[in-house]
């Protein structure tokens, strides 16, 4: 095996301060007793088709919370920050504080209403509005609502001078070393009976309050309770690079699934249920630990940028939020990434097969499940070896990336991310989920409610607290005003009939040919 060492001698200092970083952190809107809000997206927020960093994800009370491209750590999460600030004012009811909404801070969902009254997302009456709601009304036919109330943290990352086979080679490595994170970041082990009703599960009753859990679980949301389906199932996608990614994922798009022909795409009243009867109505839903992404240009096809201009940046969708953390993530934690992403980019990576994509898979609800417990030994190369072992390994890997990017910018920030990381995986009653139940335990009677609630609480009232000053306000109040004046003027510019306008973002021509419509994309 090639060493690490020789690829990172040849970065430059340059160039590792040319690493760029951006997050999408979606949240609930919860009500103060710990139940979903059903109240439609804040006015004050704007529109959530237009506004560059705030929308919604698939519910209506799902917020989703965007930053920009950032250069450092520090200024990504200073601008999740604001967001996060000018938010929580937006939930605020005028005179009245015993009403006021929340942001709930855990990924697994707050206290949830039977599945066909979770309100999905509504982008108004323009084609690529109506086309949105559509897609996620087909979500909720495909996977039930509740599935869709998860939320968690998207980490976008480049760095520059990678193609896509670099990218590439980092996706393989990422995916076998997947396990690792979860094991120190996950930290949804718990979550309400609501969420489960009327489904099987092999959770654990915990109290008598109608939580569930399992004892050693790191992140039920990335397990088998997660983003599940027969249909996705039989997806044995690879990742030995852009074409034979892209033709997974064409045929995935184009391949009609008996079950969805079945729903067919409009109910017998003429309502839509679905933008297709494919296995995927569209290239997000594809559910995965990690994605290739490009910007897209108006009315694109995301495989079809891809294919077009290749990979630009890789998004990480596995972490969860951490409850103890006011913007559900902490400088430790994405220093900590930016190491690992790096190692994933540098180290050997040999082509992928469906078997190991199989051993992965397990992998992966292994380590959701019961990452934490003692001597439990995942599949590597078909062999059997202990989690902790493997993630040492790892982690010794680690330690000279994160002095070259300390040496970069100076300081011991990204060392003490490692140092902090191989602390927890040797003391695993101290990562994230531990924590979560120890104070479920402790503090709430054994009741997931009743903890993130009063997490929720507390986090409002510290944001609240922050400084704010009068032109912050003023340009979040611009930013939403904006916002709805853009959707009017696409609602306006609408000229197509919706039916035609899907049959056409739809077609499998869309996928791999040059695109001169003006068309909006659709999610």
């Not at 009753?205 to 050693?216: D, E, F, Q, R, V």
């Not at 097969?353 to 590597?380: F, S, V, Y």
Request: net charge negative; charged share 20%; proline share 7%.
């Amino acid at each position: 095996m090639t060493s690490v060492k020789p690829r990172l001698d040849a970065l430059t200092a340059e160039r590792l301060r040319g690493m760029r970083r951006g997050i999408e952190k979606e949240s609930l809107r919860a009500q103060p007793d710990g139940r979903l809000a059903l109240t439609p997206h804040p006015a004050a927020l704007g529109s959530a088709l237009t506004h560059p960093h705030i929308t919604t994800d698939y519910s209506e009370s799902q917020l989703e919370l965007i930053t920009g491209v950032h250069d450092s750590v520090a200024s990504c999460l200073a601008e999740l920050t604001e967001i996060h600030q000018y938010t929580v004012r937006s939930l605020r009811k005028a005179g009245d504080t015993s009403g006021e909404e929340m942001l709930w801070a855990s990924s697994m969902p707050c206290g949830l209403p039977t599945d066909e009254t979770i309100p999905l997302g509504r982008y108004g009456s323009s084609n690529v509005g109506r086309a949105k709601s559509v897609y996620r009304m087909g979500l909720g036919h495909r996977y039930g609502r509740r599935m869709q109330t998860i939320s968690g943290i998207h980490y976008n990352w480049s760095l520059p001078g990678v193609d896509n086979d670099g990218y590439f080679a980092l996706i393989r490595n990422f995916r076998r070393h997947a396990f690792l994170l979860l094991t120190l970041f996950g930290a949804s082990p718990a979550v309400c009976s609501t969420f489960v009703e009327g489904r099987e599960h092999e959770l654990l009753p915990l109290g008598s309050g109608g939580s569930l859990h399992m004892p050693y679980g790191t992140s039920l949301r990335m397990g088998r309770l997660g983003y599940q389906s027969d249909a996705q199932a039989t997806l044995d996608v690879s990742y030995n690079g852009l074409e034979g990614y892209a033709a997974s994922l064409h045929d995935a798009l184009t391949r009609p699934w008996p079950a969805y022909e079945a729903l067919g795409i409009r109910n017998p009243g003429g309502d839509y249920n679905q933008l297709a009867t494919t296995l995927l109505q569209i290239e997000n839903e594809f559910y995965g630990t990690i994605r290739p992404k490009r910007v897209i240009y108006p009315g694109e096809r995301p495989l079809h940028a891809l294919r077009e201009r290749g990979v630009e940046y890789v998004e990480v969708r596995l972490m969860d939020l951490d409850p103890f953390e006011p913007i559900g993530i902490g400088a430790p934690t994405l220093r900590f990434l930016d190491v690992f992403l790096l190692h994933c980019l540098l180290s050997d990576s040999p082509p992928d097969t469906p078997d190991e994509i199989h051993e992965l898979k397990r992998n992966q609800h292994l380590t959701a499940a019961r990452g934490r417990e003692p001597g439990l030994r995942l599949e590597r190369r078909g062999q059997s070896v202990p989690l902790v072992q493997w993630g040492s390994e790892i982690l010794d890997q680690l330690d000279p990336i994160a002095r070259a990017l300390d040496l970069s910018q100076g300081g011991d920030a990204h060392a003490e991310a490692v140092n902090q990381a191989r602390a927890g995986l040797l003391a695993p009653q101290t990562l994230p989920s531990a924590r979560v139940l120890a104070a479920m335990r402790q503090e709430h009677g054994d009741s997931f409610v009743a903890f993130v609630r009063t997490q929720s609480q507390q986090i409002h009232a510290h944001l609240l607290g922050l400084p704010w000053s009068a032109k912050q306000q003023a340009r979040y109040e611009a930013m939403a005003a904006q916002s709805v004046l853009d959707q009017r003027a696409i609602e306006a510019a609408d000229t197509m009939p919706f039916d035609i306008y899907l049959q056409e973002y739809t077609s499998p021509a869309r996928l791999g040919r040059p695109n001169a419509s003006p068309l909006a994309a659709a999610a």
